[in-house]
């Protein structure tokens, strides 16, 4: 059944994954202008695509895990998704710029003053040179320090549902669920490090 | 039941609700996308923003931009759950416990209440701590009736609100998101403040579920949180009540909660707020002091450090 999947898998071109993407987004746009997102739709669609990127670095930080305990390989999508879920980030930053405070002052000082935001910015800030470095030409240029770099994937997308636990009010489900995925997700990698070193 | 006062309008002279609605669309219309970088980089003033008595005179926001984002954790934590569950609550009958430093405690039904008040309708601003806001016409009454009904023993000082609690039919009530039942509290003199309203309706029909039916507290000055909703117990005490918000975390939700573009959350600025309903491309405009109502209210907190008390 797995080797079927992943069979299957292997047929499918990576750039589907690149068309497919900003179809999400722009959704979420067109919802957005008319209506569909409620009375609110500024912070609908910021929350939205945050959350997208969110559950696609997820997704991402799953991809070794998944090949390693059941033998699902679709480690050839990696670099994608993780383009991809920097992509939607990356939007969730600009809607919060250009459409959530747009007001410079504020914008500074939330950068500086409100922890969340301050952890959300180091988490976009670390998976800056991750997207850069997310090429063959880098991985031949790096050698062994690309896989050190792409450690902070990690990180970011911890820092990432940290910013979400504490944007909300009060302790709320959803948020928690996310970090404790991610946790989870960490935990395999520290297991699988000991277990070599015994 | 319309009474007449500097502080309101009689129904008659009320815009109707329809008219609301096709002047917000047309707006909305023109407003478009070339709004987005025309506003610059400032919080916008308000305009619109003047207090006719107690009535502020900007558009009030269409009963289903009040009626579908609300805040309600006993329905559910999304701002869309309230409007999607309350169909469940009961609110009929309805009576309200009064206990404490009253002369005449007991349960009082509402329908009795509402026979010995009077209701007038009430065009408030609305500041959620959230950092948005509504323009809201509220139908209700001031609390200072409601309590002169029970009598206010002389040594009472502050009032405490309770919420329903019935899990049954407020689905949010079964999960931990806040310590229920859902309290609120006001000092004697701001529960007095002819502001303070327990409002029974919108836009003169009955209040819906989801806004906190079928009595709930409004104080325009304060963030939304202290209007606390769907009451069933109210106390007099001589001890500052612990509100909900508070007991969950003191150092960013205070007892006072006054809307003050200075103090800022620990988390969020509270110097600008987004007005509900101008769409994807809406600007923020610029929070007022105590909400635009400082001239009525400013003086209760006379030589109190509103850093410290907020």
């Known amino acids: 059944m797995i080797n079927l999947c992943n069979r299957g898998l292997r047929k499918i071109p990576t750039w589907v994954l690149y068309v497919i993407a900003p179809v999400a987004p722009i959704w979420l746009f067109y919802l957005a202008v008319t209506g569909a997102l409620g009375v609110e739709p500024i912070q609908a669609l910021e929350h939205k695509i945050g959350e997208l990127g969110l559950q696609v670095l997820i997704f991402t930080l799953a991809i070794t895990p998944m090949r390693k305990y059941i033998g699902l390989n679709l480690l050839k999508f990696r670099r994608a998704l993780g383009l991809i879920g920097f992509f939607y980030v990356f939007l969730h930053l600009l809607v919060w710029l250009l459409l959530d405070v747009r007001i410079l002052d504020q914008i500074i000082d939330d950068i500086f003053k409100r922890p969340f935001i301050t952890i959300g910015m180091i988490s976009f800030v670390l998976m800056i040179p991750l997207a850069i470095t997310s090429n063959n030409l880098s991985i031949r240029k790096l050698g062994p320090k690309w896989r050190k770099l792409h450690k902070l994937t990690y990180l970011a997308t911890f820092l990432g549902g940290v910013h979400y636990v504490m944007v909300v009010k009060g302790w709320q489900i959803e948020p928690m669920i996310y970090t404790g995925v991610i946790l989870a997700l960490l935990l395999t990698r520290i297991s699988t490090k000991k277990l070599r070193s015994k | ?310």
Not at chain 2, 61 to 78: A, Q, R, V, W
Not at chain 2, 103 to 131: H, M, Q, T, W
Not at chain 2, 222 to 237: A, C, E, M, R
């Open chain 2, 1 to 310: 039941m319309h009474k007449t006062s500097k502080f309101s309008l009689p129904h008659s002279q009320c815009t109707p609700e329809a008219h609301y609605l096709n002047r917000r669309a047309l707006i909305a219309g023109a407003a478009g996308a070339g709004a987005l970088f025309a506003s610059g980089t400032q919080a916008q003033e308000n305009p619109d923003f003047q207090i006719n008595g107690f009535n502020t005179t900007e558009e009030p926001n269409t009963l289903k931009d009040i009626s579908s984002y609300n805040n309600f954790y006993e329905f559910g934590t999304s701002k869309e759950d309230p409007a999607r569950y309350a169909h469940n609550l009961t609110t009929d009958p309805w009576s309200v416990e009064i206990d404490g430093l009253v002369e005449r405690p007991g349960s009082y039904d509402l329908g009795d209440i509402l026979k010995n008040v009077n209701i007038e309708e009430r065009i408030y601003r609305f500041r959620c701590v959230e950092a948005w806001s509504m323009v809201i016409p509220w139908n209700g009454f001031e609390l200072n009736q409601l309590l002169n009904l029970a009598g206010i023993q002389p040594s009472a000082k502050y009032v405490r609100m309770e919420t329903l609690f019935r899990p049954e039919e407020m689905r949010g009530q079964r999960t931990r998101v806040l310590d229920w039942p859902y309290v609120e509290g006001l000092r004697l003199d701001e529960a007095m403040h002819p502001l303070t309203i327990m409002a029974t309706g919108l836009y003169g029909k009955e209040l819906p579920k989801q806004n906190g039916a079928p009595l709930r507290l409004v104080v325009p000055w304060k963030y939304g949180f202290k209007s606390i909703k769907s009451i069933v117990k109210i106390t007099l005490t001589d001890e500052q009540p612990i509100n909900s918000w508070q007991a969950t975390n003191a150092r960013e939700y205070g007892f006072y909660s006054n809307v003050n573009p200075n103090v800022n959350h620990p988390r969020w600025s509270q110097a600008s707020e987004r007005r509900i309903g101008g769409g994807l491309f809406a600007p923020r405009i610029k929070t007022l002091m105590f909400n635009g109502y400082e001239e009525h209210v400013a003086d209760l907190y006379a030589g109190m450090d509103l850093r410290k008390y907020y």
